[in-house]
């Protein structure tokens, strides 16, 4: 069975780092885009970043770029999102997504991805 987890957020100061882990199981990273989106309080889901499952191309929303970091480790199976220099407006639950790399190619922040994580909450506050 498809299943994603995500883990590593908590609260950090503003200028702060975190690094959120969304690990996979049933199914090889290589084989299926990654998405990060984001949903705070009062507003709709954002997608953040993304990565592409057979080139590893990368995307992120302008809002993050410079300081977000998606990378990959297939040998654990994992998706990372480094995130650096937070601010308090990165403030959200963060969920990783994954969808076939057949059903859109590449990556996209708006594209439907078809399996999504629980979330993790990431709280940038002094």
């Known amino acids: 069975q498809l299943q994603l987890v995500e883990s590593g957020g908590g609260l950090v100061p503003p200028g702060g780092s975190l690094r959120l882990s969304c690990k996979a199981s049933?199914?090889?990273?290589?084989?299926?885009?990654i998405g990060w989106f984001r949903q705070a309080p009062g507003k709709e889901r954002e997608g953040v970043s993304c990565?592409?499952?057979?080139?590893?191309?990368?995307r992120y929303v302008d809002s993050v770029k410079g300081r977000f970091t998606i990378s990959r480790d297939n040998a654990e199976n994992t998706v990372y999102l480094q995130m650096n220099s937070l601010k308090p407006e990165d403030t959200a639950v963060y969920y990783c997504?994954?969808?076939?790399?057949?059903?859109?190619?590449?990556?996209?922040?708006?594209?439907?991805?078809?399996?999504w994580g629980q979330g993790t909450q990431v709280t940038v506050s002094s």
């Open positions: 049933g199914f090889f990273l290589n084989n299926y885009n």
């Open positions: 990565i592409s499952g057979s080139s590893g191309d990368t």
């Open positions: 997504a994954a969808a076939h790399r057949l059903m859109f190619n590449p990556c996209g922040l708006f594209s439907q991805y078809t399996n």
